[in-house]
Structure formats: structure tokens, C-alpha cells
């Protein structure tokens, strides 16, 4: 995890492949009906790629996961911001980037903003956003450049 | 981009949803880190399910809340932003009581997209009155007859 955080760090890249079968078990638990995300056919008649679009909440959790294991716990993770720019789509692969651009103290202890991103490989950006992570406190607190 | 108003759907601006409670278990909570190739042994249940435990107890499917808009689940509606404050962690067994509600209602034409409305609402977690999560998530209504 983070020895030795400060304003500019790399987080670890965190690859996925974006399996369609993951995405039916996603489409049961959130109960969501939308069919671009399990049926080719319905993709077809939108004028769209019949690959599925992956869900939102998938693409969201890719970067979480990255951002709880490079903090060292889901309990870590205090804010998350994304904007979705792109679809992800089955049997794409997608790839983390983040950094830290802040360091801050807060009440609840020492605070790495990260910048934060997911491209498809091969393809666009997918997301784009903020989040806010716990750090240990031998972070040195430093205002981005 | 430009933006027209939307007059139709903009009083829906302050509507609650009727709300309810969301018990993250333990075998749910283990799926959703499978699906996202996690570790479904970690003790602590994945952030992501914070917004799906609001979407889950607010108390109206997806297809009764497209409905408010005019819209259905086969016109393609898709995600625009999303915002998680988590002011607790998550905990597995936990019960949740979920409210939430429309904050926007924005109508806008682009250039490649077409016309589309875009729909804010925020969904908020308490468990025994201690505020928990607050998640902020916007749908992308195409709306191809306007085009």
C-alpha cells in the first residue's frame, strides 16, 4: 500500500476483462431492465454495436476497487466522482489510471484526492472523476504544483 | 451543445421517492465483488454497493421511475454522472433505510447525440438515524422523437 504517498503518485493500474456473463449476474442484482445490457437483438433495432454495453455500476467499480486496494481497504474510500464519457462493452478490456493531486487534512485523518480514469484498451475513455481516499498519516501534506 | 428547457418533466424537480430499506447480505454483497472481479471474501462489503442499495430501496423499479419521464428501459437510457459520499463504511447484515429524490431535470441537443434529458436525483443511506452514504446519479434520457 501506500508508504510513501505524496502529490503525484501513481496508483497501480488495475486491468478487467469485460466479460458479457458478469454482466447478466450485474443485470439480476440490480433488477434493471434496460436490454442494451443483455440483448443483442434489442442492441441491433437501437442502431447499435450488438456487443452489451456494460453497466455504469461495473465501470464505477473498477476504479473503486483499484482505489480500496492501493488504500488499503474498501473502508478507505470517503468520496467518489465520475462522469461516464464512453461505453464499455463486452469482451473489451478496461484500465485504470489515477494519481494523486492533493493532500489534505480532514477529521477524518489524512486525505489523498486522486485524479482518476478508465480507457478502454484499444478504444476511448470511458470515465473520468475525482475521489477522495485515506492515507496514513506519515503522507506529507503538500498543495498540487 | 445547446439546452432547451423541458417543461414537462421539470416539475418533477423535489419529487421523493417513497423510500424503504436495503439489507445488504452477505451473498449479495458476494456477487457483486464476483461480477467485479474482487475478492467476495473481503469483510467489508464493496463501496459500488452503496448506490445499488439506494437504487434498490427507494422504493420504485426502474421501469415505474423511466415512466416518470416518459420513457422506458428500451429507449436506452444510460448514465451520466455519479457522486458516492461515503460518511461510514458499509457493513455486511446491515439494514439501511433508503430516501431519495429528483434534484434536475435538463433537456439538451448536441450535435452527435441528438436530444436527450438528463435526470438527477440523490438517494441518501441512514442506518439507525446516523447518515451513512449519499449518492448523486444522473440519467441520459435519448429522446429521438424530439430530434
Redesign the interface.
Given at each position: 500500500m501506500t508508504t510513501s504517498v505524496q502529490v503525484g503518485t501513481e496508483l497501480p493500474v488495475h486491468e478487467?476483462f469485460v466479460d458479457p456473463g458478469?454482466?447478466k449476474?450485474?443485470t439480476a442484482?440490480?433488477?434493471?431492465?434496460?436490454?442494451?445490457h443483455f440483448d443483442t437483438r434489442?442492441l441491433v433495432a437501437?442502431g447499435?454495436d450488438e456487443r452489451p454495453?456494460n453497466q455504469?455500476?461495473?465501470n464505477?467499480?473498477?476504479l473503486?476497487?483499484m482505489l480500496?486496494r492501493w488504500a488499503g481497504?474498501?473502508?478507505r474510500?470517503?468520496?467518489?466522482?465520475?462522469?461516464?464519457q464512453g461505453?464499455v462493452l463486452a469482451g473489451d478490456t478496461v484500465r485504470t489510471h489515477a494519481r494523486v493531486i492533493e493532500l489534505l487534512d480532514t477529521d477524518r485523518g489524512r486525505v489523498a484526492r486522486c485524479d482518476l480514469r478508465l480507457d478502454v484498451v484499444g478504444g476511448g475513455t470511458a470515465l473520468t472523476g475525482t475521489a477522495d481516499v485515506l492515507v496514513p498519516l506519515d503522507a506529507p501534506k503538500e498543495e498540487i504544483a | 451543445m445547446s439546452e432547451v428547457s423541458s417543461p414537462d418533466h421539470s416539475a418533477l424537480v423535489g419529487r421523493e421517492f417513497p423510500g424503504g430499506e436495503y439489507v445488504v447480505e452477505s451473498w449479495r454483497a458476494w456477487l457483486v465483488a464476483d461480477t467485479l472481479l474482487d475478492d467476495p471474501y473481503d469483510e467489508v462489503p464493496h463501496p459500488v454497493l452503496a448506490w445499488m442499495a439506494g437504487v434498490a430501496g427507494m422504493g420504485l423499479t426502474w421501469d415505474e421511475l423511466f415512466a416518470w419521464f416518459g420513457a422506458s428501459a428500451s429507449d436506452g437510457p444510460v448514465f451520466g454522472e455519479h457522486e458516492t459520499a461515503l460518511h461510514a463504511p458499509l457493513e455486511i447484515g446491515a439494514r439501511y433505510d433508503v430516501t431519495g429524490r429528483i434534484v434536475s431535470v435538463e433537456r439538451k441537443t448536441g450535435r452527435r447525440a441528438g436530444t436527450f434529458d438528463v435526470v438527477g436525483y440523490e438517494l441518501d443511506l441512514h442506518r439507525h438515524g446516523e447518515h451513512v452514504a449519499r449518492c448523486y446519479n444522473s440519467i441520459v434520457f435519448p429522446r429521438r422523437e424530439a430530434a
Open positions: 478487467v458478469r454482466m449476474v450485474m442484482l440490480l433488477a434493471d431492465p434496460t436490454p442494451i434489442a437501437l447499435m454495453v455504469g455500476p461495473l464505477m467499480g473498477y473503486q476497487t480500496a481497504g474498501r473502508d474510500l470517503l468520496t467518489f466522482r465520475v462522469r461516464f461505453n | -
